[in-house]
């Protein structure tokens, strides 16, 4: 990795030839000024960099930072930052650091393209009108959205406590959920099913799910579903049961 160095005597600033090239320079050309480098940070990042350098002069700590720097071209590259005291005067007092930097800018486009894409799905699910859940291995939840909530009348308390998904089910329809959940762990297609669902008060009301598991990579380590309330289509059913009976009655 590309390491750099600094000297608080001539508060110069000394590097190998690999860290000039990340930021678009020729190393024989680089600049050693502490206050350019300083000034070549992100506005944004700034503060908490020197801060950071401070104290670790102050301290003798290791510290290590994410932020950003521009390069030659003008743009912006993320860069990793780990930096330790190896000099100190006949007082004790430090006078230099040394540490290594990475270019970690594709990691955090990466991060980024995470976020932003966790974000749509958020949004996407809070539209719905069905309740959308998410879980760990284990079935507790990670995720609600508004509708959920709305629902079943469970708190965001309730799920940072550790509420599962199967603790929305009937109690008679649990054992058969969690059944059903272990298999889509394993790999296999379900499809959907029916089931009573069960709100924070005791009420129940029929729903069908549909659940997959949330993989990472070739290991399952969750569930995503969406949970339907068909409580009007029973209605309609028995609706058109009943009639049915009238007419072979008449």
Same mark, same amino acid.
């Given at each position: 990795r590309p390491v750099v160095g600094y000297d608080g005597d001539t508060r110069e600033i000394t590097v190998s030839p690999e860290y000039p090239k990340i930021i678009g320079y020729d190393p024989s050309k680089f600049s050693s000024s502490l206050q350019e480098w300083i000034e070549n940070i992100h506005p944004q990042d700034r503060d908490a960099v020197v801060k950071a350098y401070r104290e670790s002069l102050q301290t003798g700590e290791t510290r290590r930072m994410e932020y950003r720097r521009r390069t030659k071209t003008g743009e912006w590259k993320w860069i990793r930052s780990t930096g330790k005291i190896v000099g100190y005067d006949s007082e004790g007092i430090p006078l230099r650091m040394t540490g290594t930097h990475a270019d970690i800018s594709e990691r955090k486009r990466v991060e980024e393209a995470l976020i932003e894409s966790q974000e749509r799905f958020r949004q996407l699910a809070e539209l719905l009108p069905e309740?959308?859940?998410?879980t760990n291995d284990a079935g507790v939840l990670t995720f609600l959205n508004r509708n959920?909530? &709305?629902? %079943?009348? %469970? @708190?965001?308390?309730?799920? /940072? *406590?550790?509420?599962?998904? !199967? &603790?929305?089910? @009937? *109690?008679?329809? /649990? =054992? /058969? =959920?969690?059944? +059903?959940?272990?298999?889509?762990?394993?790999?296999? +297609?379900?499809?959907? =099913? &029916? !089931?009573r669902a069960r709100r924070r008060d005791g009420s129940t009301?029929?729903?069908?799910?549909? @659940? @997959?598991?949330? =993989?990472?990579g070739d290991q399952a380590v969750g569930l995503r579903g969406i949970l339907i309330d068909i409580t009007e289509t029973k209605k309609l059913e028995a609706q058109l049961r009943q009639a049915h009976k009238m007419e072979a009655v008449g």
């Open positions: 309740t959308i859940f998410e959920g909530f &709305e629902r %079943f009348g %469970f @708190s965001d308390e309730d799920v /940072r *406590s550790g509420l599962t998904c !199967y &603790e929305l089910f @009937s *109690s008679e329809d /649990r =054992a /058969r =959920a969690e059944e +059903k959940a272990h298999r889509i762990m394993n790999g296999e +297609k379900i499809g959907l =099913a &029916e !089931y009301f029929p729903v069908i799910l549909h @659940s @997959s598991a949330k =993989a990472h």
